[in-house]
């Protein structure tokens, strides 16, 4: 199954009232997307990194009373799972789609990170094209954006010093697109730009897992 695109009803499902009947409309409508879109853009990124991507999609096991309020395909370099090293998450919300790196509160490697935040966070930032409005954010959910543009070297060494003081602390850069935008219904235009997106993000996803580019 080749990704297709979202259709309006996908980003609905986060506004249906409780648990088992959110997961329910998850599982039936978005999972599958995600899963094609996962199995779409893994491909592009070894092909073009020469780095080993493995999708998996969100299962959310973990909840029992609250429904997410967003979902995701994650890529990493494991495929024994995603949540201890840094991955890309393209994820699904009420209010649209989103490409981003991420880092879990599970993951490992937090003194290298917060290492490569503190020496040169400004300058994998800056090559960020900001066009896209990439922020950085506060946790791994998306709260507490800052504009990459706007990103000080205080914002750097509080994000760091949260990811050595905080087990529970995680971190994400990314960009997406709202639900009305053209790309989200297109699946070709889609799994494009997310692509591009991550090649973008990759600088920060190889300092986040100690790894280095392929030719």
């Known amino acids: 199954m080749h990704f297709r695109g979202f259709a309006p009803a996908d980003f609905d499902v986060f506004a249906i009232p409780g648990f088992a009947a959110r997961m329910a409309a998850i599982k039936k409508r978005v999972r599958p997307k995600l899963q094609a879109l996962g199995d779409d853009l893994a491909p592009w990124l070894q092909a073009n990194t020469g780095l080993a991507f493995f999708p998996r999609v969100a299962l959310h096991a973990r909840r029992t009373v609250n429904p997410p309020d967003d979902t995701w395909v994650a890529l990493g370099p494991s495929p024994r799972g995603y949540k201890r090293f840094g991955h890309f998450a393209l994820g699904l919300s009420r209010e649209?789609?989103?490409?981003?790196?991420?880092?879990?509160?599970?993951?490992?490697?937090?003194?290298?990170?917060?290492?490569?935040?503190?020496?040169?966070?400004?300058?994998?930032?800056?090559?960020?094209?900001?066009?896209?409005?990439?922020?950085?954010?506060?946790?791994?959910h998306?709260?507490?954006?800052?504009?990459?543009?706007?990103?000080?070297?205080?914002?750097?060494?509080?994000?760091?010093?949260?990811?050595?003081?905080?087990?529970?602390?995680?971190?994400?850069?990314?960009?997406?697109?709202?639900?009305?935008?053209?790309?989200?219904?297109?699946?070709?235009?889609?799994?494009?730009?997310?692509?591009?997106?991550?090649?973008?993000?990759?600088?920060?996803?190889?300092?986040?897992?100690?790894?280095?580019?392929?030719?």
């Open 142 to 215: 998306g709260n507490r954006p800052i504009p990459v543009e706007e990103v000080t070297r205080g914002d750097l060494e509080a994000a760091a010093a949260r990811l050595t003081d905080i087990r529970s602390a995680s971190l994400a850069v990314g960009a997406g697109w709202s639900r009305t935008n053209p790309t989200v219904r297109q699946g070709e235009a889609l799994v494009s730009q997310a692509a591009e997106m991550a090649r973008e993000l990759l600088p920060l996803y190889l300092a986040g897992n100690g790894l280095e580019a392929q030719d």
């Open 96 to 140: 649209g789609v989103y490409m981003r790196f991420v880092l879990k509160p599970e993951f490992d490697q937090r003194q290298r990170l917060a290492e490569a935040l503190r020496q040169r966070g400004l300058s994998l930032l800056q090559s960020l094209e900001t066009w896209r409005g990439y922020s950085l954010y506060g946790d791994d």
